[in-house]
Structure formats: structure tokens, C-alpha cells
């Protein structure tokens, strides 16, 4: 039912929500028509792709769809258009928050909610994940203190998602604007964002909730790579 909302409602909300971040605020993504064609291809592969990007800001999920891909493609294949687990304190306070995230495909999640809460939320997710649909989670679980990439900040949520879904794939997304340096609210005003990608299948030998964490780390493992080549790129060309 709410896939139904979602894909009925698209035609008006997804526009405005690319308008919104290009010309409203000013933002552009270097490299987008690679990026999109690379997550093209990816789609186009099949099996079960679990989005995982690095987090500074409250609209990173936001920033991440519309880098990875555009309104057409998001209204021809409506489930290459990621869903989200935000946090329900920050996006669902309210019964008028509720109503628009509903329609922006977002299943909240309370962190350090009730277990059963918490799991029923996942099972949905993973629920997603086997039905073909594009899922965006942040490894970390939060937006980063450091401004870097917190390996020790590594949740199970993800690590639990891929182990629930055979043959699930993970789609590393970093994704930084040019001023930033530490978290925020969202990026300043005409930001031009940088992002790396990189998939791969991650795997683990443990069980229960070791495998959850132990696939977790290798996801913040790599995520802490593309940081770091992007951080050198970036000193290099000054």
C-alpha cells in the first residue's frame, strides 16, 4: 500500500524534490551522468543491493538518490528509487512528518527503541530487499561526530540486512560536499558534492549478531577507503 502512495504520488513530489535541491538550494553532484549510469547498471543486474553511504548530514539520504540517479529514471523504474529507515525522532514527530515520509518510501526506526519495534522495522526491510527494492541504510547509525568515517560507530542494522538477504550486494556510497568538515543540519547553500562508489558482496563466517556487526565493518571498512582516496584526490588537485 504505501509503494502504491508512493509511485501514484511520484510524478509531483520527486520533481520538486530534484528542483528543489538543484535550484532551491544550489547543489550540484560532479560526475553525475557516470554515477547514473553506473547505478543503471547495477539495477539492471538483478539480486538484492543494500545502498550504504557515510553520514554528515540530515539529508544525505536526499543527496545520495539524486546523485545516484534522476526523476525519469526513478518514475520509468519506481523500485531502482531507494527506500529509507530514518530515524522516527527526527522525521516522524508528528502526525503531518508521518504522512510525508510515508510518501517518500521511508519506514522510521526509533534508534535504541524497543527490540521488537526495532526488528519488526528491519524485517520489513529486509522484506524489500528480496521483493527487488533499492534500500538505503547508514552503516553508521548516525551522523558523524568526527566528520570522518567512524568505524567504531558500526551498528548490526546493515550487517543484518545483508545477512537476511542471500546473494546481497552493498552499494558504498561516499558522498562529500567541498566545504564540508564536520556534521551539520545539511550542506551549505550552492555545495558541489564529490562522490565515490564501489560494490561488493561482503561475507562472514560468524553467526547471529557477530556476522551482523562483523558484515557491518567491512562495509565502514570500505566506506573508510573511498575516503580516503577522495581526500587524497582532493589534496592533489589544489
Request: glycine content about 8%; proline content about 5%.
Amino acid at each position: 500500500m504505501q509503494r502504491a502512495v508512493s509511485r501514484t504520488l511520484a510524478p509531483l513530489w520527486l520533481p520538486a524534490l530534484c528542483l528543489l535541491l538543484r535550484l532551491g538550494l544550489g547543489y550540484r553532484v560532479e560526475g553525475a551522468r557516470v554515477l547514473r549510469e553506473r547505478y543503471r547498471a547495477l539495477r539492471s543486474e538483478g539480486g538484492p543491493l543494500l545502498i550504504c553511504p557515510n553520514h554528515l548530514t540530515m539529508i544525505d539520504s536526499a543527496l545520495v538518490a539524486w546523485a545516484l540517479g534522476s526523476p525519469c529514471l526513478y518514475l520509468r523504474h519506481f523500485d531502482a528509487l531507494p527506500w529509507n529507515l530514518p530515524e522516527q525522532r527526527n522525521f516522524a514527530w508528528s502526525a503531518w512528518n508521518r504522512a510525508f515520509i510515508y510518501m517518500l518510501k521511508c519506514v522510521p526506526i526509533e534508534r535504541g527503541g524497543s527490540r521488537r519495534a526495532v526488528g519488526d522495522a528491519l524485517v520489513r526491510a529486509a522484506s524489500l530487499l528480496a521483493h527487488g527494492e533499492a534500500l538505503l541504510v547508514f552503516p553508521e547509525g548516525r551522523r558523524s561526530r568526527s566528520g570522518r568515517v567512524e568505524r567504531d560507530a558500526a551498528t548490526w542494522g546493515a550487517g543484518r540486512l545483508v545477512a537476511a538477504a542471500p546473494g546481497c550486494r552493498v552499494l558504498c556510497v561516499y558522498l562529500r560536499g567541498q566545504g564540508q568538515t564536520a556534521m551539520s543540519t545539511r550542506p551549505q547553500r550552492g555545495e558541489r558534492f564529490r562522490v565515490a562508489i564501489e560494490c561488493f558482496e561482503p561475507k562472514s563466517e560468524h553467526h547471529g549478531m557477530r556476522r551482523a556487526l562483523d558484515l557491518t565493518r567491512q562495509i565502514l571498512a570500505r566506506l573508510a577507503e573511498l575516503e580516503a582516496g577522495q581526500l587524497d584526490a582532493a589534496v592533489a588537485s589544489q
